[in-house]
């Protein structure tokens, strides 16, 4: 019989999407056991899938809590085959217009496991401090603009499992460390649209986020504008924040997503 049509490997292959699948709805990763009550297998298939998986880089495990999730590969591989929907590529019209607009500095992220990612920064055009953002670099979840406009999509249970595997502490005197603060925060996120980062991360900058859709199944995605917290005070705050929200308008259009 030729191999393609051997039903065992079909059978594994199925597993193996069935276990991705469910891997991609628990973005603060999930125990074996639970992965294998969900997914319907036998927790010593479930583990040799994901050994196979982890040993070619499409998952990760977490050394401490023992979680397992996807990694980026997935997404890159993804990225590959639909390069004409890549979010830098959409968004990046918009936020060049965003910072020339606002005059600020605004940083594109994507998210991987509790921390965010920069992917790309457009630098303010007048009169601004230098930011110590740079493309590559991590920052958490939890005390960013741009981390919050992303968990506040997730129910409150995903949002305690990304803060319970977070390394949580004050980066500066604004700086939540209590989860039931966050929690309230996020709804206010949810009620507008926008998530504001008051000197929370990095002492005299504020920033306001707006998260994106995720595409084609990729990490989820925020945008904001940082400026220093003399030139962001609450009335220019209201003022970007609108701008920023009407360039999210523009990138969903732009990826056929409806507003």
Same mark, same amino acid.
């Given at each position: 019989? /030729?191999?393609?049509?051997?039903?065992?490997?079909?059978?594994?292959?199925?597993?193996?999407?069935?276990?991705?699948?469910?891997?991609?709805?628990?973005?603060?990763?999930?125990?074996?056991? /639970?992965?294998?009550?969900?997914?319907?297998?036998?927790?010593?298939?479930?583990?040799?899938?994901?050994?196979?998986?982890a040993?070619?880089?499409y998952?990760?495990?977490?050394?401490?809590?023992?979680?397992?999730?996807?990694?980026? *590969?997935?997404?890159?591989?993804?990225?590959?085959?639909?390069?004409?929907? /890549?979010?830098?590529?959409? $968004?990046?019209p918009?936020? /060049?217009?965003?910072?020339?607009?606002?005059?600020? @500095?605004?940083?594109?992220?994507?998210?991987?496991?509790?921390?965010?990612?920069?992917?790309?920064?457009?630098?303010?055009?007048?009169?601004?401090?230098?930011?110590?953002?740079?493309?590559?670099?991590?920052?958490?979840?939890?005390?960013?603009?741009?981390? *919050?406009?992303?968990?506040?999509?997730?129910?409150?249970?995903?949002v305690?499992?990304?803060?319970?595997?977070?390394?949580?502490r004050?980066?500066?005197?604004?700086?939540?460390t209590?989860?039931?603060?966050?929690?309230?925060?996020?709804?206010?996120?949810?009620?507008?649209?926008?998530?504001?980062?008051?000197?929370?991360?990095?002492?005299?900058?504020?920033?306001? @986020?707006?998260?994106?859709?995720?595409?084609?199944?990729?990490?989820?995605?925020?945008?904001?504008?940082?400026?220093? $917290?003399?030139?962001?005070?609450?009335?220019?705050?209201?003022?970007? @924040?609108?701008?920023?929200?009407?360039?999210?308008?523009?990138?969903?259009?732009?990826?056929?997503?409806?507003?």
């Amino acid at each position: 019989m /030729d191999k393609k049509e051997n039903p065992a490997v079909v059978q594994s292959v199925e597993r193996t999407f069935m276990i991705i699948e469910e891997l991609g709805r628990m973005p603060g990763g999930i125990a074996l056991g /639970d992965l294998s009550s969900k997914v319907g297998l036998h927790k010593s298939t479930v583990h040799r899938l994901l050994t196979c998986l982890a040993g070619m880089g499409y998952v990760t495990q977490d050394s401490f809590t023992g979680r397992y999730r996807l990694s980026l *590969k997935l997404f890159e591989v993804a990225g590959r085959a639909v390069n004409s929907l /890549d979010i830098v590529s959409a $968004a990046k019209p918009h936020l /060049d217009r965003l910072s020339a607009k606002c005059g600020e @500095a605004v940083h594109l992220v994507i998210r991987d496991g509790v921390d965010m990612i920069y992917v790309y920064k457009v630098d303010a055009n007048v009169n601004s401090i230098r930011m110590s953002s740079s493309v590559g670099l991590r920052i958490p979840m939890y005390c960013t603009g741009v981390g *919050k406009a992303v968990l506040a999509e997730y129910a409150e249970e995903e949002v305690k499992q990304i803060w319970e595997t977070s390394d949580i502490r004050p980066l500066t005197a604004n700086t939540i460390t209590d989860l039931w603060v966050l929690q309230e925060q996020l709804e206010l996120v949810r009620r507008r649209g926008y998530a504001v980062d008051d000197e929370e991360n990095e002492p005299g900058v504020r920033c306001v @986020a707006v998260a994106l859709p995720q595409m084609l199944g990729g990490p989820p995605a925020a945008y904001s504008v940082s400026a220093p $917290a003399m030139r962001m005070r609450d009335e220019q705050l209201q003022q970007i @924040a609108e701008m920023a929200l009407q360039a999210k308008v523009g990138i969903l259009h732009d990826i056929g997503v409806s507003p």
